[in-house]
C-alpha cells in the first residue's frame, strides 16, 4: 500500500517484492569481502595447516604403514583433511561475522535493512559456502593430484563439500548468536565443534574404533560428511553415501531452521 499523500510505501511495507534479491547479493557480497581482504589468514592459512598435515603424517608413518581400506594412508586421510579444512573455516566465517558485531554493537546494522530473517540466514551461509569452497578449490586441484588422487565423482564431492560448509556456517550462526563473548564461542568450539571434526574418522576408518566409539561416530554428522567425500573421491567408505546424504540434508535442514526462528525473534541479539 501506498500512503496517498507522500507517495512512498506505508511503514512496515516491503517495497522490494517477495524476496530483496538486492539486499540478499549485497549481504553475500559483505561477507565474501570479509574474508578475501585478508585471504593470507582464512585462505592461504588453511591450505598450510592442510600441507603441514599431510607433510606430518608422512614422515612420522613413513612407507611402513600399511594401506587402510585399499588405499595408501595419505590417500586415505586426504579426503577428511581437505573437507575438515572446508568445515572449519565455514563455520568460522559466520560465528566471527555475527560474534565481532554484537561485541562491538553495530550487530543492528545488519538487523535494520530490509532484510526477513529467511534472507539473512541464506546470505550469512551462502558466504560460509563460499569461503569453504574457495579452500576446497586449491587443495582440490594441488595436493590431491601430488598425491596421485584422482577424483572418482567430482559433482558428488561438490555436492557433499557444500552441504557440509552450509552445515557448519549454520552451526556457526546458532554458536555466535547464543555466545555472548568471544570465551563464550572458545569453549564451543573447544568442546563440541572440534572434537565432532577430529572424532569423524578423518585419520581412520569407524572399523578401526572400538564398538562404542563405532556407535558414537554414527551420531556424529561430520563422519557421514566425511565418508561421503572419501568415497566420491576415492570410491571407498564405510557406510552408505545415500545414508550419509540424507542425514546431512535433514541436519542442516534441522540447524538452518534453528537459524531462522532465532533470526525471526532477535533471540540473543535484540538485547
Known amino acids: 500500500m501506498t500512503d496517498q499523500t507522500t507517495g512512498f510505501p506505508d511503514m512496515g511495507v516491503r517495497r522490494f517484492g517477495r524476496f530483496n534479491w538486492l539486499g540478499l547479493w549485497t549481504l553475500i557480497v559483505r561477507e565474501m569481502r570479509r574474508f578475501l581482504t585478508v585471504w593470507m589468514q582464512t585462505v592461504l592459512a588453511p591450505l598450510v595447516t592442510a600441507g603441514l598435515f599431510l607433510a606430518i603424517f608422512s614422515i612420522a608413518i613413513g612407507p611402513s604403514r600399511g594401506d587402510v581400506m585399499g588405499v595408501?594412508?595419505?590417500?586415505?586421510?586426504?579426503?577428511?583433511?581437505?573437507?575438515?579444512?572446508?568445515?572449519?573455516?565455514?563455520?568460522?566465517?559466520?560465528?566471527?561475522?555475527?560474534?565481532?558485531?554484537?561485541?562491538?554493537?553495530?550487530?543492528?546494522?545488519?538487523?535494520?535493512?530490509?532484510?526477513?530473517?529467511?534472507?539473512?540466514?541464506?546470505?550469512?551461509?551462502?558466504?560460509?559456502?563460499?569461503?569453504?569452497?574457495?579452500?576446497?578449490?586449491?587443495?582440490?586441484?594441488?595436493?590431491?593430484?601430488?598425491?596421485?588422487?584422482?577424483?572418482?565423482?567430482?559433482?558428488l564431492a561438490l555436492a557433499f563439500i557444500t552441504l557440509g560448509a552450509a552445515l557448519m556456517s549454520a552451526l556457526g550462526m546458532v554458536a555466535a548468536t547464543f555466545a555472548n563473548k568471544f570465551d563464550q564461542m572458545a569453549a564451543i568450539t573447544n568442546f563440541i565443534v572440534t572434537p565432532m571434526a577430529f572424532l569423524s574418522g578423518t585419520f581412520y576408518s569407524v572399523e578401526a574404533a572400538p564398538p562404542a566409539m563405532q556407535a558414537l561416530l554414527h551420531w556424529n554428522p561430520m563422519f557421514y560428511l566425511i565418508d561421503g567425500v572419501r568415497f566420491a573421491v576415492l570410491g571407498i567408505s564405510d557406510s552408505s553415501p545415500l545414508l550419509g546424504f540424507a542425514v546431512l540434508l535433514v541436519t542442516t535442514a534441522a540447524v538452518t531452521a534453528l537459524c531462522w526462528s532465532w533470526m525471526r525473534s532477535g533471540y540473543r541479539l535484540k538485547a
Open 72 to 155: 595408501g594412508f595419505l590417500q586415505f586421510i586426504a579426503p577428511g583433511i581437505l573437507t575438515m579444512t572446508v568445515i572449519q573455516n565455514a563455520f568460522a566465517n559466520t560465528s566471527s561475522s555475527i560474534l565481532v558485531s554484537k561485541v562491538q554493537g553495530n550487530i543492528v546494522d545488519t538487523l535494520m535493512p530490509p532484510l526477513s530473517a529467511g534472507e539473512l540466514v541464506a546470505g550469512y551461509i551462502a558466504g560460509g559456502v563460499g569461503r569453504g569452497l574457495f579452500v576446497a578449490l586449491p587443495i582440490g586441484l594441488l595436493v590431491l593430484p601430488m598425491l596421485g588422487i584422482t577424483v572418482q565423482s567430482p559433482l
